[in-house]
């Protein structure tokens, strides 16, 4: 277990950019997460993958913001024409499945993106 | 959509000391997680509860999960500087968790 494994740790951007991440969960784990997160703030769902597959996106998140997972494995969250309300942390988290019996599945954090848009 | 609250958003203690932390959620929860995360770092798991009224110890934390499952708490007796950190609490919503806002402990020694 290598853990959830997320790059770069810091991003800087000036405004308008393009900026994508990369998040290597847990290699057995089937759901991938990706939580946004700011200052004094509880982590913010933005979309998830069950394998390859996305099955939710928040209502929240701009269409700017767009995740893949091809084949299942890592997963990358591009920010098109990043604007400044935009820095936060991103943090990616894993898990096996979603339920197991009655017991949700924990979810296991990376160290996450911490993005600063200037 | 569903929230979930936590109070107090900070509390600061002497070590020794008691703390409570406590998470409200809009909605009945199936089950509640919580997890801890400490300064510069990423959430990491400690417990869930599942039944109603549940109470789970690890050392001198406690958790409990409400008879209506729609709030819990966690309660850490005689405070250790490890102790501090932001504690959430997190509850399903159909296929994710949704976390509460945390409650930021400092402890001084």
């Known amino acids: 277990d290598t853990g959830v494994s997320q790059n770069p740790r810091h991003k800087i951007t000036k405004r308008g950019q393009n900026v994508t991440f990369r998040c290597d969960p847990i290699?057995?784990?089937?759901?991938l997460y990706w939580y946004r997160q700011t200052l004094g703030q509880g982590p913010e769902f933005l979309t998830y993958f069950q394998n390859e597959a996305q099955l939710e996106k928040s209502r929240l998140l701009s269409d700017r913001f767009s995740a893949e997972r091809p084949k299942g494995s890592f997963s990358t969250l591009e920010i098109q024409r990043t604007e400044q309300g935009d820095s936060a942390m991103y943090l990616c988290?894993?898990?096996?499945?979603?339920?197991?019996?009655?017991?949700?599945?924990?979810?296991?954090f990376g160290s996450g993106t911490q993005l600063s848009v200037l | 959509g569903q929230q979930v609250m936590q109070i107090p958003q900070y509390q600061h203690v002497q070590e020794g000391e008691d703390f409570t932390t406590y998470c409200n959620s809009s909605?009945?929860?199936?089950?509640i997680q919580w997890y801890k995360q400490r300064p510069g770092g990423h959430p990491v798991f400690l417990i869930q509860l599942v039944k109603s009224g549940e109470v789970k110890k690890q050392k001198r934390l406690t958790f409990q999960f409400g008879e209506a499952k729609k709030n819990s708490s966690l309660h850490i007796t005689a405070t250790q500087t490890t102790d501090v950190g932001t504690y959430f609490c997190a509850g399903p919503s159909t296929d994710k968790l949704i976390f509460g806002t945390g409650t930021r402990l400092q402890v001084f020694p």
């Open positions: 290699s057995e784990h089937n759901r």
């Open positions: 988290a894993s898990s096996r499945t979603a339920y197991w019996g009655e017991v949700y599945e924990k979810l296991f």
């Open positions: 909605t009945t929860l199936s089950n």
